[in-house]
């Protein structure tokens, strides 16, 4: 095969095969090539495709490995390669040695609507307030545990446990245990799950760890940044026979911490492995000169990090442009001015083009703005098809065929289409399944055998969904899976219930994609050799596919995409505008308060610019309307802390600055060098002195709401402002005739405020 298209550093990468190694890629560098060359190489020089594993973390990033991998060496042999991401990799194993951990083969998979809907059941049952214990927060608790190796039984015992009672929130544990009892109930996994039963199934079970260690002679993974503990560990377990294994990723855009990536795992590589070869691929194809270099010199305040010298050999290109405006209206304004000038007099198109943000809240204004300018645009990161009620409905009805214990499947279909089973009935089998520990459908088999009160009538309403499910589930084997979905299709009326809905057609066109699909999936298996594709094959598959993998790029309108930082990671724009970059939303409030917080920010600031191509703009507004009061931010640090000479700056009308010092002037601190760390200053104690303690008392023309604010009031008091964050009083002016204080805030400096006005709270 020929390498000699790859740069010198990519070569090396690609080559290097004797051990452990490490491939540090900077933004927009070849990461993809390098690995997709890398498993090429591997082949070409005799390893057997079956004996290569390669980890990603979209099911779509593996598909297009794959196919280039194909082009390059025998696309026969390419089949046999273990690629995808490690949910649907640790799956298979999981479900190939179920029974070595006592799993029934046929498990369903709940994904996190049905996780969230079961503790949401389970929150009423233990007549917890859903305020305390909304579903979504504590799902989050508990798939965090899962991913950090605590299961319910450790849970009591650890640190969650500590962190819940001081939250107030002490019974998440109890809800942790019941949830894990009931997914077992239900012969029921979710995806936490697939990972940590994996890592204990090898270390319970040496001689499944040791097949696998033999199986798989190489192991490769990308976006080693965004793995968790669980990934990491067992990644190392299946490397700890051989040490071949090479991961790739970049420090410098690990923003996933909120859903338990540990950027740890990347910066340790190199201490769990002594011997391991660092590569660094440091050359961006992507963005201009200015662009990388405005990014890089932001990233260089981050402590945590491999160190690393990304550089362009495009053209220099246009600073990127920064802008100052009045408000969040004049903000959306001016970006969709900008978006219609690059569109009429640099020639982009729409689709080029993508706005940026923090959050989802922001896009409203920008919407708003891009209709009135006759700007189409698109939310990327909608709902994916397999998300859709009318597709949810149907692999609803296809899991309790397969695992007739699926108590979230039962309990959202039981009553669709309408047969007539309502609440009252579904609440009584409930409780006799719960009192007796079977699943739903067995006691909804025999009701009254289990004490379920229920008339003549419901009985034959509830023997007639059951009839329907067992007659479906004895066809299953009969027919080709896609013939057999079509059937469950028409048996079950879904068809015609949809017939009422005001979408009918499009929602009946979805239905038909689904068949489509599974036909799709039935011709890939036999193309692959496989057996013919089974139902359980098939709704492990669905189950595993994520937003990411949602195929949104078929859109034959050119649109403007909108979407969050998050959102965009790994994908590129000829044009990029970043909304927002002001302290408090980037970085975010809740990031000043959390250790690494501002670090994982900036880096997020990162990716951000460097999605851009050729040009790339960031705004910031005076006024931000928030919970629908006025918030008045201060510009973000991220902007002070990059390089001028890469920045131009400009106010909302178009005007630039003469320089980047007529803008610093602006009391905004411009390119200062980085900041000490924030030292926590201790709450007075009463019995400390040397402290003034002032008594305000109202002047002519203050409130008296000023006066009663500045009552008791201390120089050294720590307070907290909405806007400009945490701070130290340093001085208190009774004098003036509005009572004012001045306060050092630890991220934007001394500020003096009018305690008529000011908003405040003491810590």
């Known amino acids: 095969m020929e390498i000699s298209v790859l740069n010198p550093a990519q070569q090396e990468a690609v080559m290097y095969n ?9 933004a927009g560098s070849g990461k993809t090539r390098v690995l997709t060359y890398k498993v090429a190489y591997l082949m070409h020089i005799g390893l057997e495709p079956h ?10 990033a593996a598909s297009e490995m794959k196919q280039r991998i194909a082009r390059m060496v025998d696309a ?46 389970i929150v009423k049952e233990m007549n917890l307030d859903e305020k305390t214990y909304a579903p979504g927060g504590v799902w989050t608790r508990i798939s965090h545990a899962k991913n950090d190796l605590v299961s319910a039984e450790d849970y009591a015992s650890s640190d969650y446990d500590v962190m819940d009672a001081r939250n107030g929130q002490p019974y998440i544990q109890a809800i942790y245990r019941q949830y894990t009892a009931r997914c077992r109930q239900a012969n029921a996994i979710d995806f936490d799950d697939m990972l940590m039963l994996t890592f204990r199934m090898f270390r319970q ?7 696998y260690q033999n199986l798989f002679q190489f192991i490769l993974v990308d976006e080693y940044q965004d793995t968790n503990r669980v990934q990491a560990q067992i990644v190392q377990m299946l490397a700890a026979k051989h040490h071949r294994v090479c991961v790739v990723g970049d420090d410098a855009q690990s923003i996933y911490s909120f859903r ?9 590589f190199r201490k769990i492995y002594p011997e391991a070869k660092l590569f660094k691929l440091e050359r ?28 362009s050999e495009r053209e220099a290109g246009e600073p990127v442009r920064v802008y100052e405006v009045s408000s969040d209206r004049d903000e959306a304004s001016l970006i969709a001015r900008q978006l219609a000038s690059m569109h009429r007099t640099k020639g982009y198109s729409y689709a080029q083009m993508a706005v940026l943000y923090r959050n989802n809240a922001q896009s409203r204004q920008i919407e708003d703005a891009c209709r009135a300018a006759n700007i189409p645009y698109r939310i990327r990161a909608g709902v994916s098809f397999y998300q859709r009620k009318e597709v949810k409905d149907v692999l609803a009805y296809l899991r309790l065929i397969q695992n007739p214990a699926d108590e979230e499947a039962f309990l959202r279909i039981v009553n669709y ?9 579904v609440g009584k089998l409930s409780e006799a399944a719960h009192l007796h520990g079977l699943p739903l459908y067995e006691v909804a088999l025999t009701p009254l055998k289990y004490g379920v009160n229920v008339n003549a009538g419901t009985q034959g309403k509830i023997a007639a969904f059951t009839d329907l499910i067992g007659s479906l589930a004895l066809e299953a084997g009969q027919m080709s899976l896609s013939d057999f979905v079509m059937a469950v299709v028409e048996r079950t009326g879904i068809l015609n219930a949809l017939n009422e809905e005001p979408e009918a057609e499009s929602l009946k066109q979805n239905i038909e994609e689904i068949v489509n699909m599974v036909h799709e999936y039935e011709e890939s298996k036999l193309e692959q050799g496989d057996e013919p594709a089974s139902l359980t094959d098939f709704l492990i598959e669905a189950a595993l596919l994520t937003d990411a993998d949602s195929d949104d790029e078929n859109d034959p309108v050119e649109r403007v995409t909108l979407m969050t930082i998050h959102a965009a990671k790994g994908l590129e724009f000829k044009v990029v505008v970043v909304a927002g970059v002001e302290e408090n939303l980037l970085p975010s409030n809740r990031a000043l308060e959390e250790p690494g917080g501002v670090e994982e920010e900036r880096r997020l600031m990162y990716v951000a610019i460097t999605r851009a191509e050729d040009q790339c703009i960031l705004t910031w507004a005076k006024q931000r309307f928030t919970y629908g009061k006025p918030a008045f931010p201060q510009i973000s640090r991220f902007l002070k802390e990059m390089n001028p000479k890469f920045l131009s700056f400009h106010q909302e009308g178009g005007a630039r600055y003469g320089s980047s010092l007529d803008f610093s002037r602006r009391d905004y601190h411009f390119f200062s060098k980085p900041a000490a760390p924030a030292v926590s200053v201790p709450k007075p104690q009463s019995s400390v002195t040397g402290k003034r303690l002032v008594k305000i008392h109202p002047q002519a023309g203050a409130t008296a709401g000023a006066a009663a604010k500045a009552a008791d009031l201390q120089v050294g008091m720590r307070i907290r402002h909405g806007s400009f964050g945490d701070g130290e009083i340093l001085e208190i002016d009774q004098a003036s005739s509005s009572p004012r204080i001045k306060v050092r805030f630890d991220v934007v400096g001394e500020k003096t405020l009018l305690l008529q006005f000011a908003k405040f709270e003491r810590l």
């Open 260 to 268: 338990g990536a540990n950027i740890g795992n990347i910066l340790q």
């Open 284 to 311: 961006n194809y992507r963005s201009t000169q200015h662009i990388v270099n405005a990014a890089g010199s932001l990233i260089a305040r981050n402590k945590e990090q491999i160190r690393k010298d990304v550089y």
């Open 205 to 211: 079970h040496p001689e499944v760890l040791e097949k």
């Open 76 to 121: 026969q042999q390419a089949r046999y390669l273990q690629m995808g991401t490690f949910h649907s990799i640790f799956s298979r194993i999981l479900r190939s040695e179920a029974s070595v951990i006592g799993l029934s083969s046929d498990y369903s998979v709940y994904d996190t609507d049905d996780s969230k809907r079961l503790i949401r059941n």
């Open 417 to 425: 289409p309408a047969r007539g089973i309502g609440d009252t009935t």
């Open 18 to 26: 004797e051990g452990p190694s490490l491939v540090i890629a900077g």
């Open 51 to 60: 004996r290569i594993l390669a980890l990603t973390f979209t099911n779509k």
